[in-house]
């Protein structure tokens, strides 16, 4: 059983209902697809092999692989007395280990490659020991620490679409799969950076739960290339295969537009942000730099007690205070420098008792897995510079599905810091604070970020969607009327 279970998790097994491949098979249909030619690269017990044989009637022939060989059988016996069996050819192989280019280059006439890709990451295969992996390891291009590493961490999936993407892209043909919404993006962005010649792009949102009972942001994406017309890679989003008019999505200025009618709309206002979105502060180590107050002393996150002078401790609110706008527990947290790079051994004089209690906990700050802490004076913190001292604040946390700013008072006379899930503004007083708040939660200012936000991403609010916002024209307009209305106010009464 448990066997039964790794195998599932490492041949990401989730095969599509019967009725779902055939609703999905009838809708490309309808969409205007009449391939010669149909693939499913990892069939399973073949639910698109059999719904794509039944509706598109004019292909000659429909190949379903897998590498399973008890599927292959189950799918053998359901063609059976099947009068689609005919122009069915089901063979075992390993996707990864497919020549792809030449068996395309076998087939004849327009290609469909449908189906559903196994849904499983890289890292859930390291974790599990699988060996369903494509061989060359930095295969989407990751570069830096995380390719040396091999730490990135992708859908195989992902990695299984850019190579249909790949080897369509020099003969034309259609893909339409069932894929993780967040993964389809990916691939439509990089099929834009490759300049595939997409002809058209959609992404068709299914509902997971109710056909796998997987709590995961699933669609159909479905991309038509075709040789020798000019590309287009703005597409198409449906909420369900009902939805006929859908929103526009695509690429800007370097970001992907969730809603380009909008964005288009609200375009003024594209530029960059008069002062730049900050993360909170970043450790890497909350059990010790995080401490609660009671009474005279602070407990941190081993339920030790300990007395601290003032100097480094700093009120701290956490992304989950900011986002569901929960009152502050007086948790504080302890800031070593105020700049990155810092020389932190004056603490030693400067609060004696903080630097014994550091040096008590050296053996966890030391050991902080990221080398940008062994690059740095010991004790480090990042996310520091004049802006984290500014007293006043405007916050959001960019894990939570809702666009909601939050304005963020000193406490207890101290400016408040945060964790790094949260981004903010700072100021020096109050009115600034507020007025530019007012500015940014404008309806304008609103509706660009709105048409740049997916929320179905893990963190959905991002600094370079923030960062885009240039306020100042709103600041503008709104000192024109103001001035208008002064200029009103002041003129001589007849
Ligand atoms: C998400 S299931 C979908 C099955 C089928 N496409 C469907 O829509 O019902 C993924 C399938 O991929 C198969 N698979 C996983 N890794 C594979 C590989 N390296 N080569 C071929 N098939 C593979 C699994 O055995 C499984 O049947």
Redesign the pocket.
Known sequence: MILEKKRRIE??????PDTL?VHLCEHLYRLGLRPDTII?????????VLAAAHTFTDARKVFG????ET?LGMLRARLVNDPVAARVQIEH????ATDWEAKTNAMNGRLLVV?????VTNATQGTIGGK?LPVKSNCLGFSGFDAISGKANFD?SEWMLLDVLRWLSVRGGDVAM?IKTSVARKVLAHAERRRYPVMDAAIIEIDAKKHFGASVNACLLVIQLDIGVSASYDYTVFKSLEDRQGRRVGHRYGLTVSDLDTFHACASLVGQSPQKWRSGIKHDASAVMELTRCASSYENGFGESVELEDLYLFPLLKGSDIGSNKEWREKFVLVTQRTVGEDTSPIQSHAPRTWAYLQDHADQLDARRSRIYSKNPRFSVFGVGDYAFKPWRIAICGLYKALKFRLVPPMDGRPVMFDDTVYYLSFDTEDDACQTLAIIESHNATDLLLSLIFWDEKRPIKTSILNVLDWSQLQEEKSAIAVTEKNRSSLPMT
Not at 11 to 16: A, E, I, K, L, V
Not at 65 to 68: G, I, L, S
């Open positions: 041949f990401g097994d989730f095969q599509t491949a499913e690269p990892t069939c399973g017990v073949g639910a698109f692989f897998e590498v399973n599927y192989a390993d996707f990864f189906g559903n890709f196994p849904w369903n195989i069932l």
